[in-house]
C-alpha cells in the first residue's frame, strides 16, 4: 500500500473535548454528503449537521416519483386488463346478437 501523504488528511478539534485529529478528505466528502455520524478518538460524537431544506426536497422528490412510477405501472397492467375484458365481451356480445332475417 502506498502512503498517504499529508495533504489528503484534514484536522479537526473535536467540539466536545478539543482533541485535534484527522479524517482522509474524500472520507470528509462521503460523510459531509450522507450527514454520518463519527466519533472523535475519545469517542466523543459528531456530524456535519442535517440534511438542507434542498437535500430533505430532493430525497422526497425521489420517494414520490417512484411511487408515481410504481402507481402508473399498476395503471398500465390494469389498462391491458380491462382492454382483454372488452374484446372478451365484444365477442360473446357478437355471438349472442339476434340475425336479421332478410
Known amino acids: ?13 473535536c467540539a466536545e473535548c478539543g482533541i485535534k485529529f484527522g479524517i482522509d478528505k474524500k472520507v470528509i466528502i462521503n460523510w459531509t454528503k450522507s450527514h454520518k455520524i463519527f466519533v472523535c478518538p475519545n469517542g466523543h460524537k459528531l456530524s456535519w449537521g442535517e440534511q438542507s431544506s434542498d437535500e430533505k426536497e430532493l430525497i422526497a422528490l425521489r420517494v414520490e416519483t417512484t411511487e408515481l412510477k410504481e402507481k402508473l405501472a399498476t395503471a ?16 360473446e356480445l357478437e355471438l349472442w346478437r339476434p340475425t336479421t332475417k332478410e
Open 1 to 13: 500500500m502506498g502512503e498517504k501523504n499529508d495533504t489528503d488528511i484534514d484536522s479537526f478539534n
Open 76 to 91: 398500465l397492467i390494469d389498462i391491458d386488463i380491462q382492454k382483454v375484458k372488452v374484446t372478451d365481451l365484444t365477442n
